[in-house]
């Protein structure tokens, strides 16, 4: 398993194909976990109000009720787990999900495996290990992760809106012939400094983009570059950008 | 290849498999067969993408699809009763011959501490006082003794389930904690063992000194083979988590915390059955304590006797098979 500059993941599939899984960091799970825990608070309580309403104990006895709180307890996350991919409503609701570290889907003895240790994760006051576990850990991993080897990634449907867009900005800027052949990694990395531009602002960019460029500038020899200051240092990027996303083709 | 007719060739195909993933289940099985041949396909646009250096987008757009095929590919394992029986039969007393040092050990601990103490409050009974709050002592007594209320009136069966209800709630919990504990360096797993081994032999002693010892014992024996071997196991399966961590055998602690997680999985999976029976037997018959206490030392025992024997013999390869 491989890991880029940023948090994501590269794995390998038994067929030798090479993916990317994007782990979801602390805030979002913290957010599931929530969500999670206010889900079984409202089942344990409705079992409760349901069991009462009905009399339950005088038909069945309470060991019922009992084994259901048990279940809800240790299970909740397990049955979720296994029965929607890998999702419990909290993380559903966030769009991340529950992999093994290969990519796979979850399986039963990992994911029972994971939500055991859980106790442990969130047993100490104010959560300390699970927060400093999975702030350290590469893949944000929680000691149950670490154990029955799974990973907690976005799925796809929640990162792709933002990622997919086209980019209307790069029509503004002049195309720019790269110096020389690009590799691939430089390509991605120019192509997603151009997506991320509006992001940034104009004055930060050109800070992110003046050491690179200027080593650009510099290969180009004299008789490629464009005049030092004609063109600022994002401009140079984008323009480079604008080229290899298709448009100016 | 230029990027725009990449796009033009493929989009169509790509759109198509989005369909099926993001169908629900009947799309899904009306493409059954189409579907490992095209997700195929579709990773091998994503090494085409990337070894032309294509747009990010398009690049992560076909890692979707390739992570999503992935997950709906081998997703669906069906469940079949024969996993569980080659569990019990198998994958379980196997496991436990395997790890038969730990266990051992562990057992050690929990054993000699109960005997430890109980021998100590034998001795001195007034230790007992030391150890647990005088109300909890007369609690345990009034439970034990003969003349007491409960031994008078036995309770139906609706008293037996709710108890049966409570003992799954109360010591199935405990043999998670007791796991989940271990994975903090066997401090968890270590504590609750000693604690529950050390108890047990201070509650012994104390029901022996006020001479209560037939109705503890015949109460105790039927379900404690399986209830105190299952906490025993758990906690084993816990140390193992944290022993992995320190002693990584040359791997990675990653990968060492993982291999560890796989050996105690069927540990666990096995106590947590265990201690269903263990609560069935401990709600249903310990209890009947107007039955003959000879025929149920008789049946603790043999119960003693068929566990560690299905420990030691279920699940053997056969000889020839050896070879």
């Keep these: ?249 | 290849m230029t990027q725009q007719n990449f796009i033009e060739r493929r989009s169509g195909f790509w759109n198509e498999f989005e369909k099926v993933i993001n169908g629900n289940k009947k799309i899904v099985k009306s493409r059954a067969a189409w579907f490992p041949p095209a997700w195929r396909e579709i990773t091998q646009d994503l090494n085409t993408a990337r070894s032309h250096a294509f747009d990010p987008s398009i690049i992560e757009r076909l890692n979707r699809l390739v992570l999503e095929g992935n997950q709906l590919l081998y997703g669906q394992r069906s469940w079949s009763i024969k996993i569980i029986i080659d569990f019990i039969t198998k994958t379980f007393p196997r496991a436990i011959r395997s790890q038969w040092r730990g266990l051992g050990a562990a057992s050690l601990i929990f054993w000699g501490l109960a005997l430890f103490f109980g021998f100590l409050c034998v001795r001195f009974p007034a230790a007992v006082y030391e150890f647990i709050p005088e109300s909890q002592a007369v609690q345990m007594e009034e439970m034990y003794n003969p003349e007491s209320y409960h031994f008078l009136h036995p309770r139906d069966v609706g008293g037996d389930a709710d108890m049966f209800g409570y003992y799954i709630y109360n010591n199935v919990a405990i043999a998670f904690r007791t796991f989940a504990g271990g994975i903090l360096a066997g401090f968890g797993s270590l504590l609750i063992l000693c604690f529950n081994g050390a108890f047990m032999g201070v509650i012994a002693a104390h029901i022996i000194n006020q001479g209560f010892s037939e109705p503890f014992f015949s109460f105790v024996i039927g379900h404690g083979s399986f209830e105190l071997t299952a906490i025993v196991l758990s906690a084993q399966a816990g140390l193992l988590l944290g022993y992995s961590f320190f002693v990584t055998k040359g791997r990675s602690r990653a990968a060492s915390i993982r291999a560890a997680g796989k050996t105690a999985l069927p540990l666990i999976t096995g106590s947590t059955i265990m201690l269903v029976i263990a609560a069935v037997i401990e709600a249903f018959w310990s209890s009947r304590h107007q039955t003959p206490s000879n025929i149920r030392f008789i049946a603790g025992g043999a119960g003693w006797i068929l566990l560690y024997s299905y420990f030691i013999f279920a699940g053997r390869e056969k000889k020839e098979k050896k070879r």
């Design chain 1, 1 to 249: 398993m491989d890991c880029g500059a940023d948090s994501s993941l590269a794995v390998q599939t038994p067929e030798g194909i090479e993916f990317i899984l994007y782990p979801a960091g602390l805030p979002i799970r913290m957010c599931a976990a929530v969500i999670d825990s206010c889900v079984q608070w409202i089942i344990i309580i409705t079992l409760f109000v349901v069991s009462y309403l009905l009399d339950f104990e005088s038909i069945f006895g309470t060991w019922i009720l009992l084994i259901m709180i048990f279940l809800v307890d240790w299970f909740y996350h397990v049955t979720c787990e296994l029965c929607w991919r890998g999702q419990s409503p909290g993380k559903k609701i966030l769009g991340i999900r529950v992999v093994r570290g290969d990519g796979s889907p979850v399986n039963p003895g990992s994911s029972f495996l994971r939500n055991l240790l859980r106790f442990a994760d969130t047993f100490l006051f104010l959560y300390i290990i699970v927060l400093l576990c999975i702030s350290v850990s590469r893949g944000f991993r929680r000691l149950g992760d670490w154990a029955a080897d799974t990973l907690v990634v976005y799925t796809s449907q929640a990162q792709a809106p933002v990622r997919r867009s086209a980019m209307p900005w790069l029509q503004a800027v002049e195309l720019v012939n790269p110096p020389r052949r690009l590799s691939y990694e430089e390509k991605q990395a120019i192509l997603m400094f151009a997506r991320r531009y509006p992001l940034l602002g104009k004055e930060r960019a050109d800070e992110i983009a003046h050491d690179y460029t200027e080593i650009l500038r510099g290969e180009g020899g004299i008789e490629n570059a464009p005049l030092p200051q004609e063109q600022d240092d994002s401009g140079y990027l984008l323009g480079i950008a604008r080229g290899l996303s298709g448009d100016g083709l």
